[in-house]
T-cell receptor, first 112, second 116 residues
Framework: SQQGEEDPQALSIQEGENATMNCSYKTSINNLQWYRQNSGRGLVHLILIRSNEREKHSGRLRVTLDTSKKSSSLLITASRAADTASYFC????????????FGKGTTLSVSS | DAGVIQSPRHEVTEMGQEVTLRCKPI?????LFWYRQTMMRGLELLIY????????DSGMPEDRFSAKMPNASFSTLKIQPSEPRDSAVYFCASRRAGSNSNQPQHFGDGTRLSIL
């Protein structure tokens, strides 16, 4: 079963707007990661946030983590058509953290 | 640096045939993962290896599925006999050793498998 669940399932915005995707998970985690998948390609790692961090930035990406609510959000600012992709959160598959379990993803469409 | 390399990219075969998917992980990576992706079930972890040793195969759906990693630079996922419900995109990923999931996984571009 999925540990992480993304919300919304699909999001359509215009170029220049911000996109926010949310992830909820069920059990305690060591870290949470976000990945992007372009159509027909494999997943690409975007950012990792540790359980003792609350916010992290990387370029136009901002990730927050609220361990009390078991949730995370990914914000993409000033979106571009090239940001069109599916976005997945991933959390620990087991306590040792040796593997990940992925949510079903949010499909983002950015139109110009 | 070369990324994770999977072959073939596409495979179409008839039900009952044996299917072998191949993966070359990134050099120096200690972990290798096999996933299956479908619209209905999302991305499922099938099995993963650490230093060529299978660690957890609880995600392998049936005995028809098997995976091997004979050396650090090669892994196979085999389905025998294949069935139409095995149709999916199969991904291989690798990562460096690290504690508590603090290392990113690097994915290949997948094998799109269609069983007729």
């Amino acid at each position: 079963s999925q540990q992480g669940e993304e919300d919304p399932q699909a999001l359509s915005i215009q170029e220049g707007e911000n996109a926010t995707m949310n992830c909820s998970y069920k059990t305690s985690i060591n870290n949470l990661q976000w990945y992007r998948q372009n159509s027909g390609r494999g997943l690409v790692h975007l950012i990792l946030i540790r359980s003792n961090e609350r916010e992290k930035h990387s370029g136009r990406l901002r990730v927050t983590l609220d361990t009390s609510k078991k949730s995370s959000s990914l914000l993409i600012t000033a979106s571009r058509a090239a940001d069109t992709a599916s976005y997945f959160c991933a959390t620990d598959h087991n306590q040792a953290g040796t593997a990940l379990i992925f949510g079903k993803g949010t499909t983002l469409s950015v139109s110009s | 640096d070369a990324g994770v390399i999977q072959s073939p990219r596409h495979e179409v075969t008839e039900m009952g045939q044996e299917v072998t998917l191949r993966c070359k992980p990134i050099s120096g990576h200690d972990y290798l993962f096999w996933y299956r992706q479908t619209m209905m079930r999302g991305l499922e972890l099938l099995i993963y290896f650490n230093n060529n040793v299978p660690i957890d195969d609880s995600g392998m759906p049936e005995d028809r599925f098997s995976a091997k990693m004979p050396n650090a630079s090669f892994s196979t996922l085999k389905i025998q006999p294949s069935e139409p419900r095995d149709s999916a995109v199969y991904f291989c990923a690798s990562r460096r050793a690290g504690s508590n999931s603090n290392q990113p996984q690097h994915f290949g571009d997948g094998t799109r498998l269609s069983i007729l």
